[in-house]
């Protein structure tokens, strides 16, 4: 089963700061999808961004952009001008076109937003 | 809208009791899945369907089944509950191939389950 390590358990950043979280995932695979969603204290799981592994060009979502880097495993959330709103658990995710639908998850990061 | 729904939000129960949490979708998604989540662990499979009379154990599926009768449902029974069986529990749905927006998991909103 594919692995996806997020090594930040916790962030911080100051209102209007830009911060970026960290993602890594191992696998054999040349096509696959990852995601980063949201989860903020209602628990509700929210899709924030979406990658191709096909696409060369880095997804963004207005404030929300990724750093995709293909041999490096590496698929990094840069939130821009970061908001109150923001702060929530982030979780990284894969999806492999070989396993079905299946997604796997990292184990999440808590950012917070400073006033 | 389309939504997917999870009842009950919070559930209290006592270790070995049977436990059913409900998951109702109206995407109309082949696909249906139960995680939970724990701290430190992110969200972890259970079981999922891809379609009506289809089943599958996911990474931590012992002590727990499915089934799926119907497009909407996944119901998820807890046979019977142990606390290390404490947990929030979320149900997700996809479009299966040849459907509109294949690839995003849907996610209800969650339930909280304690077992004493």
């Known amino acids: 089963a594919q692995t996806v390590t997020q090594s930040q358990p916790e962030m911080s950043v100051q209102e209007a700061e830009t911060v970026t979280l960290s993602c890594t995932y191992d696998t054999s695979e040349s096509d696959y999808y990852l995601f980063w969603y949201k989860q903020p204290p209602s628990r509700q799981m929210i899709l924030v961004i979406r990658q191709e592994a096909y696409k060369q060009q880095n997804a963004t979502e207005n404030r929300f952009s990724v750093n995709f880097q293909k041999a490096a495993k590496s698929f990094s959330l840069k939130i821009s001008d970061s908001q109150l709103g923001d702060a929530a658990m982030y979780f990284c995710?894969?999806?492999?076109?070989?396993?079905?639908?299946?997604?796997?998850f990292g184990t999440g990061t808590s950012l917070t937003v400073i006033p | 809208d389309a939504e997917i729904t999870q009842s009950p939000r919070h559930k209290i129960t006592e270790t070995g009791r049977q436990v059913t949490l409900a998951c109702h979708q109206t995407?109309?998604?082949?696909?249906m899945f139960w995680y939970r989540q724990d701290l430190g662990h992110g969200l972890r499979l259970i079981h999922y369907s891809y379609g009506v009379q289809d089943t599958n154990k996911g990474e931590v599926s012992d002590g727990y089944s499915v089934s799926r009768s119907n497009t909407e449902d996944l119901p998820l029974t807890l046979e019977s509950a142990a606390s290390s069986q404490t947990s929030v529990y979320f149900c997700?749905?996809?479009?299966?191939?040849?459907?509109?927006?294949?690839?995003?998991?849907?996610f209800g909103p969650g339930t909280r389950l304690t077992v004493l």
């Open positions: 995407w109309n998604h082949n696909n």
């Open positions: 997700a749905s996809s479009a299966g191939r040849g459907q509109v927006a294949y690839n995003e998991q849907f």
């Open positions: 995710a894969y999806r492999s076109p070989n396993t079905g639908n299946q997604f796997y």
